[in-house]
């Protein structure tokens, strides 16, 4: 890119971070104990393109839990490990149109509806477990920690807490070993669940998580081949039609990008060949979606022309920059 590109879309971060630093809508999550520590007006915003631009504004650099963020990239590893037709038979890719945390399956299958609220999310969890605890969870981080650059940790404080006041997630455990989708080490298959939630990130490491999976599974400044490009797609096809629960309709109307939310407040966003885009403010609204999160990425996607429809992104914004820049 050249200068004037580059300044150009820091100025952009900058004036939609101006525009909505002052927004004091939402809450913090308060049902698990350690985040409700969160500081309500903590707010940052990054945006990673698939060359390894990387551009930042606010408390990019403040860590914070990944919380369901980690479900598209559970889902994913799971796809690579079994393929598709196991994993098809252990949970949906329909959107529900609950609550994330839904204590319910599909009534047909008695599958969970998809693997990006909790139910599925657990499913894959106990497919991914490793024979001992210590290893799945290792395995998981190491990943993580590819997509992201550098390396990761779970906050084990945070770990301690979603255990200890985790009980709809077991509900919705036992439901589905009763119903056959998960095995008998349901305690073994929560703990990977809840220790994956409890990943510890910050603003950048979303922001270049998600311009890995924009860039075919390569992570954009190391160049690593995290994941393989076979099950990228299926894993943003779900990010667009259920990564924001019941709001993902209007997600899509509004935004038209692949993205996934998380009660610890990060967002994310994948704009497929160009950019990977993070948000984190941790006051949520009613459906446990960052409140500035969403009402950057709209901004964004108005501004850059990023909308999935908005003719195929040829005559966006950021396509003309990359362009001109070329």
Same mark, same amino acid.
């Given at each position: 890119m050249?200068t004037?590109?580059?300044?150009?879309?820091q100025?952009t971060?900058?004036?939609?971070?101006?525009?909505f630093?002052?927004?004091?809508?939402?809450e913090v999550?308060?049902?698990?104990?350690e985040?409700a520590k969160?500081k309500p007006?903590d707010f940052?915003? !990054?945006?990673?393109?698939?060359?390894?631009?990387?551009?930042?504004?606010?408390?990019?650099?403040?860590?914070?839990?990944i919380q !369901?963020?980690c479900?598209?990239?559970?889902?994913?590893?799971?796809?690579e490990?079994f393929?598709?037709?196991?994993?098809l038979?252990k949970?949906?890719?329909?959107?529900?149109g609950?609550?994330?945390n839904?204590?319910?399956?599909?009534?047909?299958?008695?599958?969970?509806f998809n693997?990006?609220?909790?139910?599925g999310?657990?499913?894959?969890a106990?497919?991914i477990?490793?024979?001992?605890?210590? &290893?799945?969870?290792? *395995?998981?981080?190491?990943?993580m920690g590819?997509?992201?650059?550098r390396k990761?940790d779970i906050?084990?404080?945070?770990?301690v !807490?979603e255990?200890e006041?985790?009980?709809r997630?077991?509900?919705?455990a *036992?439901?589905?070993?009763? &119903?056959g989708?998960?095995?008998?080490a349901v305690?073994?298959a929560?703990h990977?669940y809840?220790?994956?939630?409890s990943?510890?990130?910050? &603003?950048?490491d979303l922001?270049?998580?998600?311009a890995?999976?924009?860039?075919?599974g390569?992570?954009?400044?190391?160049k690593?081949?995290?994941f393989?490009?076979?099950?990228?797609?299926?894993?943003?096809?779900v990010?667009?039609?259920?990564g924001?629960y019941?709001y993902a309709?209007?997600?899509? *109307?509004?935004?038209?990008?692949?993205?996934?939310s998380g009660v610890g407040?990060?967002?994310?966003?994948v704009?497929?060949r160009?950019?990977g885009i993070?948000v *984190?403010s941790?006051?949520?609204?009613?459906?446990g979606?960052?409140?500035r999160?969403?009402?950057? &990425?709209?901004?964004?996607?108005a501004?850059?022309?990023?909308?999935a429809?908005?003719?195929?992104?040829?005559?966006?914004?950021?396509m003309?920059?990359?362009t001109a820049?070329?």
């Amino acid at each position: 890119m050249t200068t004037t590109t580059t300044t150009h879309i820091q100025e952009t971060l900058q004036n939609v971070y101006d525009k909505f630093k002052d927004v004091r809508d939402g809450e913090v999550a308060s049902y698990i104990p350690e985040l409700a520590k969160a500081k309500p007006d903590d707010f940052g915003i !990054s945006l990673t393109t698939v060359d390894g631009q990387v551009f930042s504004v606010g408390d990019f650099e403040k860590e914070f839990t990944i919380q !369901s963020i980690c479900k598209p990239f559970a889902f994913l590893m799971a796809l690579e490990e079994f393929g598709r037709d196991a994993v098809l038979e252990k949970v949906c890719v329909e959107p529900s149109g609950d609550a994330f945390n839904s204590i319910e399956l599909e009534p047909k299958t008695m599958r969970p509806f998809n693997p990006m609220i909790n139910a599925g999310a657990i499913a894959i969890a106990s497919m991914i477990k490793k024979s001992s605890r210590d &290893c799945g969870v290792q *395995y998981f981080v190491d990943k993580m920690g590819l997509a992201a650059g550098r390396k990761l940790d779970i906050d084990q404080a945070v770990l301690v !807490s979603e255990t200890e006041t985790g009980n709809r997630n077991r509900a919705i455990a *036992y439901l589905m070993l009763n &119903c056959g989708i998960i095995d008998a080490a349901v305690d073994h298959a929560l703990h990977q669940y809840f220790a994956q939630c409890s990943l510890k990130v910050n &603003c950048q490491d979303l922001a270049m998580m998600s311009a890995t999976l924009a860039n075919m599974g390569i992570n954009p400044v190391t160049k690593q081949q995290v994941f393989g490009l076979e099950y990228v797609k299926d894993v943003l096809a779900v990010m667009f039609t259920c990564g924001l629960y019941d709001y993902a309709g209007e997600w899509a *109307y509004r935004v038209g990008l692949p993205a996934k939310s998380g009660v610890g407040g990060g967002i994310v966003a994948v704009v497929n060949r160009q950019l990977g885009i993070s948000v *984190y403010s941790p006051r949520l609204d009613a459906k446990g979606n960052s409140v500035r999160g969403i009402a950057v &990425c709209k901004e964004l996607a108005a501004h850059l022309g990023l909308h999935a429809f908005d003719f195929t992104n040829v005559g966006s914004s950021f396509m003309e920059w990359l362009t001109a820049a070329k």
